[in-house]
């Protein structure tokens, strides 16, 4: 067997290898394709802080149900016992009066004791249990509207992680077709070889460049697997494939003027309830200078009761009760209620002002990537015409080959700056989805 034929043979056996690596990447890129949209979906039920949802509507549940006990009549028990250094007597002309008609009034014991039941039931409270509730509520949406912010900040991470794995699916396929390429070349070259018009150094020499290339290929496979890891951890399933989302499939408002575009970021919604939270804070300290109606009663079993003079007479314990209505005027919250109004009116203008902020950075951000959209716009626009002219330049370097007219190294150079081009379309288009994306996302389009 000639060495010619050698060559040839493992040529065959090294175009099968490179289809064989690419039929697996393709095997495993080839069911399923997930898109952005899905992915984003995803991670967000899967996130941990999702469940925060159901933590705040029961913790609020839970507030509410025990303010609206404030309705509920308020019971206390005690029991006293007590003794004290003087006590009620009749004065002693009664007393005396009484002891010639045989009454014995030695005035009241000195030692006390009571067991008792007293029970508060609130019938008017200036609307304090009302907006007390009403707090509670807009603190919950609060909550709920930051982790709202929290949550919608994956979006970024999941936009990164998704067309980094575009772009590596793109450099994947793009070294596959640079080694057949390679191949192709190497294979006319063999023929020239043995064909005595070419020399065998020319041969190691575009072998040795297509080895790289393949090695290059799996480091490119390798990242690719690892990043596709990631994402399938981070979304809470597995991840075959991504699907390059479309132009067309964007709202074409997002390539014009990023200023005349509305702002949805849950981070304005986040600071209005702020601003509802302090409002429903006002109307508890309005609640709180309001005079109060209640009912009351109490009754104890013990000595002395109500009954004096019977007490007196009998130092025996006895029941006693009252009921009635209270009415009752608290002006204490008036010594706090400019300080408690100033400190609520700055947390509003904290809250107005660090919305303000936010759509300043806000607009800023979005200049910028409708800028980047519309600088990737126009590189890819050249990069068709750049792909076309290397591509010639890259035949007609193979037919001066054949002819002897360039050696292996400038063809392998021409070779090289077809690839070139075609990643840096594939960087750009890649460039300008993201961009696209990234605009959506600080815009919640």
């Not at 493992?10 to 690419?22: H, N, R, Y």
């Not at 393709?26 to 933590?55: D, F, H, K, M, W």
């Not at 003027?257 to 601003?275: G, V």
């Not at 081009?421 to 594939?426: D, E, F, R, T, V």
């Amino acid at each position: 067997m000639t060495q010619h034929h050698i060559v040839s043979q493992w040529l065959g056996i090294m175009a099968k290898m490179s289809g064989m690596v690419l039929g697996l990447f393709v095997t495993l890129t080839s069911s399923y394709a997930q898109s952005l949209e899905e992915c984003q979906q995803a991670a967000e039920q899967n996130y941990p802080l999702i469940r925060q949802y159901g933590l705040i509507e029961q913790t609020t549940k839970a507030t509410l149900d025990n303010i609206d006990k404030g309705w509920l009549p308020q019971l206390s028990t005690y029991a006293q016992v007590a003794a004290q250094n003087r006590v009620a007597n009749l004065p002693d002309y009664l007393a005396k009066s009484a002891q010639t008609s045989g009454i014995n009034t030695g005035g009241l014991r000195k030692e006390q004791y009571k067991i008792g039941v007293d029970v508060q039931q609130v019938i008017y409270d200036g609307g304090l249990i009302r907006q007390q509730k009403e707090v509670v509520r807009k603190q919950s949406e609060v909550q709920a509207a930051q982790n709202d912010v929290n949550l919608y900040a994956l979006r970024q991470r999941v936009n990164d992680l998704y067309f980094g794995l575009l772009l590596l699916q793109d450099k994947v396929m793009m070294n596959h077709d640079l080694q057949q390429v390679l191949l192709s070349s190497e294979q006319k070259v063999a023929n020239m070889v043995k064909g005595g018009t070419a020399a065998t150094s020319d041969l190691d020499a575009i072998r040795a460049e297509r080895m790289s290339v393949r090695q290059n290929s799996v480091e490119l496979v390798s990242q690719h697997s690892a990043l596709m890891r990631t994402l399938s951890l981070f979304i809470g399933k597995p991840v075959t494939k991504v699907e390059k989302p479309q132009i067309a499939d964007v709202d074409n408002a997002l390539l014009g003027d990023a200023t005349l575009l509305s702002n949805n970021r849950p981070e304005l919604s986040l600071f209005q309830k702020q601003i509802a939270l302090t409002d429903a804070q006002k109307n508890v300290l309005e609640s709180r200078l309001r005079p109060t109606l209640g009912a009351f009663a109490q009754g104890f079993y013990g000595y002395p009761g109500y009954d004096l003079f019977r007490d007196m007479m009998h130092h025996t314990p006895s029941l006693n009760g009252i009921i009635g209505l209270k009415f009752s005027w608290n002006i204490g919250a008036l010594y706090t209620r400019k300080n408690d109004q100033a400190v609520l009116n700055l947390q509003r203008q904290n809250a107005e002002n660090a919305r303000d902020v936010f759509l300043f950075n806000n607009k800023l951000q979005t200049t910028q990537q409708s800028e980047d959209i519309q600088k990737y716009r126009k590189l890819q626009q050249q990069d068709d015409e750049i792909i076309r002219l290397r591509t010639n330049v890259r035949k007609a370097a193979e037919s001066k080959l054949s002819h002897g007219i360039i050696d292996v190294n400038a063809l392998v150079k021409e070779i090289n700056n077809e690839n070139s081009a075609k990643i840096l379309y594939s960087i750009h288009e890649i460039q300008l989805l993201k961009a696209v994306y990234d605009m959506k996302t600080s815009l919640n389009r």
